[in-house]
């Protein structure tokens, strides 16, 4: 992760060029997916039938392709299975110009034919190609790249548009508002179809069964081009292919939501080409439109179809464990709307030779190459915001760490020796590995060693010479205040003060308040905070020295450190779990760990044993008061007016890991249970996400994306609450001042 | 069908924009020439009714219903069946055929759509569980229409991109319901 300026330069840029413009688009599909999958009642009923439909399409594809050829076949088409993007354009380039002799084809939106690169070929072959998407067709005027896999143009201003049509149509008088913009297209676009030879469209999804495929559009222009045309051509990737026309209806119900948050686009179209319409004839338009002269109900004679079916990688990710899930993509572009980087910059910067967005890593790494993927999977900070979001449960976070694990051992340079560093840190990486990635990777050692040497390690830390230093080897920004480490750990703390205060036969439970890193080393006054709060709720606490968690390590795509680092971690809670004891974690990334990550770490009886013996700390307060805690046990707002009472309103911002994993509303409910009033904020995440924003690449992004919050909660007299501890450093960043974690609020005083 | 699917079909259909009128069978014809404008162009209605003693759901002559291509350029309004309705959706489901009702209810600025109501079923899956069968043997063409054509990349939401504006649906009421709810409500 050492400082990349170009690609820092790049970011910068676009941030300002089209930064807003694509966060205003991509905040409100966001916004529109959370309310259009709220009306549904069986959401997640509906994504798990979803998911099921794909494990078990791509499970046995080989099958599936075999059977759409026979059904396409025996319906009148043709399939052509393409080993890469040459060989498809190949077909199709002889097809059009060749056989067909075309002057024109017309295409709707498809990203599968973006991956090809088709249009570039059929031109060649002499070909014109027409995008008649509004929004590609924008694009192709423009000569730009889509910058969101569904609304490709967000991040283009109607001015901007207006403005690209005056000079490419030498307009005077240009249309300036949406509707004459519409207008305008939609004319010119017309007769454009209305000549053309050959139609193109992708699939959103095919049938294998009847070689039905099914194409999610708003504007009609997917209709008018393949009715228009007597020739279709259908270019769509293997991974398009479910068992049966009824497997099309989760997906219906599921892909406007989850994308742009409507309950379903204007037309769903289910082709089962060479389609029944006859192809009106725009040259001779004094002929009857209706075609019945062969008197025959099936498909008009003139019509020709071609499925042609794209690997170009698809299968050799069948085959890899880690990408594989990738091909259950449904390309709804839920992950770019949920995330925070993408909503700050867009497709141009978070995405790679056609994808975009946090899926983007997995089909880039699959098809382009990881070397693709490297440039922009940084962008993934492992919020995992996009994990519920996704229609098809796809673990996108992971995809992202797995490929940043592959570049980082790819990226291994033998000449470089970082002996000491070699010597000083445990991981199980290769040596050669960037020091800044081994810097947060080995967090845990540095914090340790920090506290050791606190406060001589806190002073050095912030002498702005060291930071100088410490900015160009490590890329740690200087900008960003540095964690400071406490002289006295929690564990010492609470061996020195005697251990428990509740004995454990008077205790109503018996708890492991587990010593993240964090909480251990930094901020060790809500370690002390939650150890009165479940000590007031009857609680037996202990605080064993336990080994951290392993997510530093697995941030940086650390995967062989991390899984040791698990290893160790969970040897360690085990006899406390035999023992029926609670643990509950402070810092809501070292639970999402133990909840979520883990169970690609561990042996899936130990992630399970240790998922369900562990707590949020918040969550943990919920449930005693649920089970007869006593309320009045816990700290409520002061009584009285003026600047005492001024601590019951409360802005809270949830871990954006905390609320993946569900348990980012319990301190809500604790906290307005006992007299508070809370404000909770909206954005999915604050933009620090662990390590991110000390990079000084990445510094003015995560800035960015943390303005919404700013925005929030930026002029208010409330409390700020956050649980997660880069949460906390950010707030401090965004609104100047430090906020504590929902647990110190609501903890008896000392 | 249910009189709740009825009320959402009509409530979704309300909250796109999509006007609905209603009535018998026999008064389909004047139905379909309040929603249409002028030319209109359609697709005559196939007779479903198995008595003869049904009104026979018919075009008013004013539609063009054998029309060449120029006249379907020239046309505002297009009028055609739907094969179903999704209540819990507001879609009509517009199957293409030889006579050309794809195209008629696309290169237009104002679709009049005609659904029987037996023929609206609640959700999603039950249009696919109707859908699934058809393709399989009949190969049909189905688009699931929701609302009038519509594109956001342009600046803002616009009704009306490349296909209809506008969409009319005229939904025939089921004699024997209307019987039903008349039993029901005494």
């Given at each position: 992760m050492s400082s990349d300026a170009a690609k820092a330069d790049r970011i910068r840029e676009l941030m300002a060029t089209e930064g807003d413009s694509v966060a205003a688009n991509t905040r409100g599909f966001n916004e529109g997916r959370i309310e259009s999958t709220g009306r549904l009642a069986d959401y997640e009923e509906l994504k798990d039938e979803a998911r099921a439909i794909k494990e078990d399409a791509i499970g046995r594809l080989p099958e599936l392709i075999d059977e759409v050829r026979e059904s396409v076949e025996a319906n009148g088409g043709t399939v052509y299975l393409a080993d890469d993007a040459a060989d498809a354009n190949r077909y199709i380039t002889e097809l059009t110009a060749e056989e067909r002799d075309a002057d024109r084809l017309v295409k709707s939106k498809s990203m599968t034919s973006e991956e090809i690169e088709v249009n570039e070929a059929l031109a060649e072959a002499g070909v014109e190609v027409v995008e008649t998407d509004l929004g590609e067709w924008v694009l192709q005027l423009a000569d730009e790249a889509p910058s969101h896999i569904v609304a490709p143009a967000i991040h283009k201003s109607r001015e901007g548009i207006s403005e690209l049509f005056a000079e490419r149509f030498d307009l005077d008088d240009p249309p300036e508002t949406a509707e004459e913009l519409t207008v305008f297209a939609r004319e010119r676009l017309g007769d454009l179809i209305e000549d053309a030879d050959v139609g193109m469209t992708g699939a959103n999804f095919i049938a294998a069964d009847s070689g039905t495929m099914l194409l999610v559009t708003s504007e009609g222009n997917a209709r008018k081009t393949v009715t228009a045309t007597d020739t279709h051509v259908a270019v769509a990737g293997v991974e398009k292919l479910v068992p049966t026309v009824e497997d099309f209806s989760p997906f219906v119900e599921l892909i406007g939501r989850s994308g742009t948050g409507q309950d379903v686009t204007s037309y769903i179209s289910t082709l089962t080409p060479p389609v029944d319409s006859p192809v009106p004839d725009f040259a001779d338009d004094e002929r009857p439109l209706a075609d019945d002269s062969d008197g025959d109900?099936?498909?008009?004679?003139?019509r020709d179809f071609h499925l042609v079916l794209i690997d170009n990688g698809r299968m050799a990710m069948r085959d890899d464990e880690e990408l594989k899930?990738?091909?259950?993509?449904?390309?709804?572009?839920a992950c770019s709307n949920a995330c925070g980087n993408f909503q700050s910059v867009g497709g141009h910067a978070f995405g790679g030779e056609t994808y975009s967005g946090g899926i983007a890593t997995g089909w880039e790494a699959g098809i382009e190459g990881i070397d693709v993927a490297a440039e922009f999977n940084d962008l993934c900070t492992g919020c995992s915001r996009c994990v519920p979001a996704c229609p098809v449960g796809i673990d996108i976070p992971w995809i992202n760490t797995v490929v940043r694990d592959r570049v980082n051992r790819g990226e291994v340079d033998s000449r470089q020796t970082d002996w000491l560093f070699e010597e000083l840190v445990p991981d199980e990486e290769p040596a050669g590995l960037d020091l800044g990635t081994r810097v947060v990777g080995n967090y845990e050692t540095v914090a340790k060693l920090g506290s050791l040497t606190a406060p001589i390690a806190n002073r050095l830390a912030d002498a702005s010479p060291l930071r100088a230093l410490a900015e160009r080897v490590?890329?740690?920004?200087?900008?960003r205040d540095l964690p400071e480490f406490a002289s006295e750990p929690l564990v010492d703390w609470f061996e020195r003060r005697g251990g428990a205060a509740v004995p454990a036969d008077e205790a109503s439970r018996e708890a492991v308040l587990y010593p993240d890193t964090a909480t251990n080393y930094v901020d060790v006054d809500r370690g002390k905070a939650a150890v009165r709060a479940l000590e007031a709720l009857g609680v037996h606490v202990r605080i064993p020295d336990l080994p951290g968690s392993g997510r530093p390590p697995l941030s940086q795509g650390m995967v062989s450190t991390a899984r040791a680092a698990a290893e160790d971690a969970y040897a360690g809670l085990a006899p406390h779990v035999d023992a029926g004891r609670d643990v509950v974690v402070i810092e809501p990334s070292d639970l999402a760990m133990f909840r979520s990550e883990y169970e690609r770490l561990l042996p899936e009886r130990s992630f399970e044993r240790l998922a369900d013996a562990s707590y949020d700390a918040m969550e943990y307060c919920f449930g005693l008061l649920e089970n007869g805690g006593d309320p009045a046990a816990l700290r409520a707002p002061a009584e009285g007016t003026g600047p005492v009472a001024s601590g019951e309103r409360v802005a809270y911002h949830p871990h954006c890991q905390a609320r993946t994993i569900g348990v980012g509303e319990h301190a809500t409910a604790v906290m307005e249970r006992l007299g508070y009033d809370v404000r909770v904020s909206e954005t999915e995440c604050c933009g620090m996400a662990g390590s991110f924003g000390y990079k000084t690449d990445y510094y003015e992004l995560s800035m960015d994306v943390g303005e919404p919050l700013r925005e929030q909660f930026?002029?208010?007299a409330r409390t700020v609450v956050a649980s997660g501890t880069s949460c906390g450093e950010q707030l401090d960043a965004l609104l100047g001042s430090s906020p504590m974690h929902p647990v110190e609020l609501i903890a008896p005083r000392e | 069908m249910s009189l709740a699917d009825r009320s959402t079909f009509k409530r979704r259909l309300d909250a796109l924009g999509v006007t609905v009128t209603e009535g018998p069978p026999s008064a389909c014809a004047e139905l379909i020439d309040e929603a249409a404008g002028d030319p209109a162009v359609g697709v005559a209605l196939a007779d479903?009714?198995?008595?003869?003693?049904d009104a026979t759901v018919a075009l008013p002559d004013r539609i063009e219903t054998d029309p060449t291509t120029a006249d379907l350029r020239a046309a505002h309004t297009g009028v055609t069946a739907a094969e179903l309705g999704v209540a819990a959706y507001g879609s009509v489901a517009i199957e293409a055929d030889r006579a050309g009702t794809e195209p008629v209810s696309l290169f237009v600025d104002r679709h009049v759509v005609v659904l029987r109501e037996a023929d609206l079923v609640p959700d999603m899956p039950d249009a696919f569980e109707w859908l699934g069968p058809r393709t399989r043997d009949e190969s049909v063409d189905v688009v699931f229409a929701t609302g009038p054509s519509a594109t956001a990349d342009m600046g803002g939401l616009v009704r009306?991109?490349?296909?209809?504006?506008e969409v009319h649906v005229v939904l025939l009421r089921d004699e024997e319901t209307a019987d039903k709810e008349v039993t029901a409500d005494e």
């Open positions: 109900a099936s498909a008009d004679p003139d899930e990738t091909l259950y993509c449904i390309r709804c572009s490590t890329g740690i920004d200087r900008r930026g002029d208010t | 479903e009714s198995d008595d003869p003693a009306g991109a490349h296909g209809p504006k």
